[in-house]
C-alpha cells in the first residue's frame, strides 16, 4: 500500500469499493470478501470492519484491521487509529502516534493533535502548540476550540480583537488568504464569549455583519439567537435573510409548533430569492408532516416565474408528484414545458421516466429512452437501466451498463454484487 494512492482513492472513490458498497456487501452476507479486500488495500473496506469490532470492543482486532494502513504513514489512517486507541483507553499511545505528523507541518493533524491532547488533560500544551499560528483562520478555530479547558480564553480574546482592528492584509503579496479574514475572526471571539457566559457581547459582535453575503454570517448569529431561546430577535433578523428564517422555523418545528414554522416560511417579505428558499424550505416542512398535497401547492408557482423553471425545480416538483401519488399531474405539468436547449431538454425528458413508471407505463419509459436522440450516451445508460432494475430486469441493466462503464461503475457494481456475481463488480470499481 502507498499513502499517496490510498489518499487519492480517499478523496475522489475512484478504482475502490466505496462506503455504501462496503455497506451492501456486509448486508448481503458478505463480509469474508470484505475482510479479504480489507487486507488488499480497501480503505473502505478495512475502515468500516474496524468500526464494528470496536463497537463490540475487540480493540485489539481492529487495531489490526488498520494497522498496514497505519503503517503507510496516510494521515487519514493514522488520525483514524489515535481515534480507536483513545476509546480503547489508550490516550499516550494516540498521542504518540499522532505526534510526528504534527509537528511535521501537516495542518489537519495539527489541529487534530491538539484537540486529542485537550481531551486528554493537555490543554495547556495543545493551547501552546496552537498559539503561533494564531494568524491561520484554520488552526485558530482549534486553538479556540482548546482555549477554554487551558484557562486561556481571555487571552484569546485579546489576539482575535487585534486581528479583526487589523483587517486584510492585502498589500503582502505573499498572501494567501490563510490568515483568518475580520469576519472569521469575530465568529472565532463571539464563540469564546459564549463560552464564557457573555452572550450579550456574542450578539452584539455577530450583529454588525448582517448584510454579510457569506452564508455563514447568517448562519452563526441565527444559531446563537436559537441556543439562547431569543426567539424575538431571531424573527426579526429572519424577516430579510434566508438562513435565520430557515432556523427559526427549524427552532419553532422542534418544539412541536408545526403552524408557527409555515408562518416563518409563509411571511411576504424579502426578495424573490429569499421568497423561492423559503417556499422550497416550506414545502420539505410539509411533506414531513404528511402533508404533500400542501407541498405540491407551494412549489408549483415556483415554476411559472420567468424566465421559466430550471431543471434542478423541475425535478423537486416531479419528484413531489411521484412520490404522493400524482404522477398522472406530473406529465401534464411536464407537458407545458418548452425547454430551449438540449441540456434542459434532456433533463426535462429524464424527469419523466419515473412517472410513466409510476403510472405503469415502464415498457413506454424505456422504449423512449432507447430512441431517443442521447440514447447512446453514458446518463442515458443510467437512466435506462434503472427503470430496468426497478422493474426487476436487472440482467438486461447490467448489459446495458456494461457499455457505458467508465461512466457508471458504482451503479453497476451495486447491480452485480446483487445478483451474487462479486467478483466481477470487484473488478469493475477496482479498475475504473
Known amino acids: 500500500m502507498d499513502a499517496t494512492d490510498l489518499d487519492g482513492r480517499f478523496r475522489s472513490y475512484r478504482r475502490c469499493i466505496t462506503p455504501y458498497l462496503v455497506s451492501r456487501l456486509l448486508e448481503l452476507g458478505y463480509a469474508e470478501e470484505v475482510a479479504f479486500q480489507a487486507g488488499r488495500g480497501e480503505w473502505f473496506c478495512a475502515q468500516e470492519l474496524a468500526a464494528r469490532l470496536a463497537g463490540r470492543e475487540r480493540w485489539a482486532e481492529a487495531w489490526e484491521m488498520l494497522a498496514p494502513y ?22 499516550d499511545e494516540a498521542i504518540a502516534l499522532t505526534r ?24 495547556g500544551e495543545a493551547y501552546e502548540l496552537l498559539l503561533p499560528h494564531v494568524e491561520d483562520g ?22 482575535l480583537a487585534a486581528r479583526i482592528a487589523a483587517g486584510h492584509r492585502r498589500e503582502d503579496p505573499a498572501y494567501r488568504w490563510t490568515a483568518p479574514s475580520p469576519a472569521v475572526a ?30 455563514h454570517a447568517h448562519s452563526r448569529l441565527a444559531e446563537l439567537l436559537a441556543r439562547h431561546d431569543r426567539v424575538e430577535e431571531l424573527r426579526t433578523y429572519a424577516a430579510d435573510l434566508a438562513m435565520p428564517a430557515q432556523r427559526l422555523a427549524e427552532l419553532l418545528e422542534e418544539r412541536g ?27 420539505e416542512l410539509l411533506e414531513r408532516h ?25 425535478r423537486r416538483l416531479c419528484s413531489l408528484y411521484a412520490d404522493h401519488g400524482r404522477a398522472a399531474a406530473g406529465l401534464e ?30 415498457e413506454e419509459a424505456i422504449e423512449l429512452v432507447r430512441a431517443h436522440p442521447e440514447g447512446d450516451t453514458w446518463y442515458a445508460a443510467s ?3 434503472r427503470l430496468l432494475a426497478d422493474a426487476g430486469r436487472l440482467e438486461e441493466a447490467v448489459t446495458v451498463l456494461g457499455a457505458h462503464v467508465s461512466g457508471n461503475s458504482a451503479d453497476l457494481a451495486e447491480y452485480l454484487i446483487t445478483l451474487g456475481r462479486v467478483e466481477e463488480a470487484l473488478t469493475v470499481l477496482q479498475q475504473h
Open 333 to 362: 405539468f411536464l407537458d407545458t414545458l418548452n425547454p430551449h436547449d438540449s441540456d434542459e431538454a434532456w433533463a426535462f425528458f429524464e424527469a419523466r421516466l419515473p412517472l410513466l413508471a409510476a403510472c405503469g407505463r415502464s
Open 290 to 314: 404528511g402533508r404533500g398535497e400542501e407541498a405540491i401547492a407551494v412549489v408549483r408557482p415556483l415554476a411559472d416565474v420567468p424566465p421559466g423553471p430550471e431543471d434542478w425545480l423541475v
Open 138 to 159: 484554520f488552526l485558530a478555530t482549534a486553538l479556540v476550540d482548546v482555549a477554554g479547558a487551558a484557562g486561556r480564553d481571555e487571552d484569546l480574546a485579546a489576539l
Open 257 to 283: 409548533d408545526v403552524e408557527g414554522a409555515i408562518a416563518v416560511y409563509r411571511m411576504p417579505e424579502g426578495s424573490q430569492d429569499l421568497r423561492r428558499h423559503r417556499a422550497l424550505r416550506l414545502a
Open 100 to 123: 510526528p505528523h504534527a509537528e511535521g507541518g501537516d495542518r489537519l493533524a495539527r489541529a487534530a493533535f491538539a484537540r486529542l491532547l485537550a481531551r486528554n488533560g493537555r490543554a
Open 186 to 215: 469575530v465568529s472565532l471571539l463571539a464563540t469564546v464569549r459564549e463560552r464564557q457566559g457573555r452572550v450579550d457581547d456574542a450578539v452584539a459582535l455577530l450583529r454588525p455583519h448582517p448584510a454579510d453575503s457569506a452564508v
Open 383 to 385: 437512466a435506462l437501466a
Open 70 to 91: 497505519v503503517a503507510t504513514g496516510w494521515w487519514t489512517a493514522v488520525e483514524a487509529a489515535a481515534g480507536l486507541l483513545e476509546a480503547w483507553g489508550k490516550p
